[in-house]
């Protein structure tokens, strides 16, 4: 598998991370472009030096690796640390194919673009960070690779089924008639794909559609990830104690609730950057 970007892998700048200019962090580099098993067009990014260790950063719905890494400060911090980051665009956001049909959208699809950008890097041992969507792909890809993912951060993580409080009738509605939405949950899904440039509507409206058609899309405690993996969730999310049960069920996880936030504002708290990357390290 090869990339299709105007760069190759190699090519990508390469700066010691106390050495990156302010400005490297803040703008996006250009995406290169990986393709997946079913044709589909993953966008990646690239930060720091290839002898570093890796840290590979997928994240939530309806954002983008610019507005979940990027803008929040993680890369910095990440670079800062000593790490090399990957991120990726999920399919259906950023810079990536974004299908409408919800057949495109299953847990195992997304897990398996990962799986596929760690491939195509040639990258045999990283650090995996994942937020909401990006986190439920995690609980995933940690137990299909184990051995090339020896530490994970699932921040957000849901014990159901991802984005089961967004009403999908509410969303067709408003695409369809442009029927304003009164839920308050699926109003701030709503603002939350405004805010983000590039957001396809109809693409979101696939995702939450093939989440809920995925076969054993709920995370099963039974079979939880074996390495150390550090779950973190705001204290005023809703899913918080579902949270708290699957770094329970998880024989090295710990838990940290992330004081004062909500899902939707949870990554850019320094209190859970700070000890995501101390966990990291560890």
Excluded: C
Aim: aromatic share 6%; charged share 20%.
């Amino acid at each position: 598998m090869s990339l299709s970007g105007r760069r190759s892998v190699s090519s990508i700048d390469q700066v010691p991370a106390g050495a990156v200019p302010l400005a490297q962090l803040t703008e996006m580099p250009d995406p290169q472009y990986i393709m997946v098993g079913d044709g589909l067009r993953i966008a990646t990014y690239s930060w720091g030096d290839d002898a570093d260790p890796v840290v590979v950063v997928v994240h939530g719905f309806a954002s983008s690796t610019k507005d979940n890494w990027v803008a929040t400060g993680w890369v910095r911090d990440l670079l800062r640390a000593g790490y090399r980051v990957i991120g990726l665009d999920q399919r259906g956001h950023g810079a990536s194919d974004k299908p409408h049909g919800t057949g495109d959208y299953s847990i195992r699809q997304l897990a398996g673009d990962v799986e596929s950008v760690l491939d195509t890097y040639l990258v045999d041992d990283a650090r995996y960070v994942g937020y909401s969507l990006g986190a439920r792909v995690g609980w995933e890809v940690v137990q299909d690779i184990p051995v090339r993912i020896p530490r994970a951060v699932l921040g957000g993580v849901p014990d159901g089924i991802p984005l089961a409080r967004l009403d999908m009738d509410q969303v067709t509605a408003l695409i369809e008639h442009g029927t304003p939405v009164t839920d308050p949950v699926t109003q701030n899904y709503i603002r939350l794909t405004e805010r983000v440039t590039g957001n396809d509507l109809r693409a979101l409206l696939a995702i939450a559609g093939g989440m809920r058609e995925s076969h054993t899309v709920d995370p099963d405690p039974a079979h939880a990830p074996q390495q150390p993996v550090l779950f973190a969730t705001g204290s005023l999310d809703g899913i918080i104690e579902g949270s708290r049960a699957l770094a329970a069920a998880t024989p090295q996880g710990r838990f940290l609730e992330i004081p004062d936030r909500h899902h939707f504002n949870a990554p850019g708290s320094r209190v859970f950057r700070q000890a995501a990357i101390e966990f990291l390290g560890e």
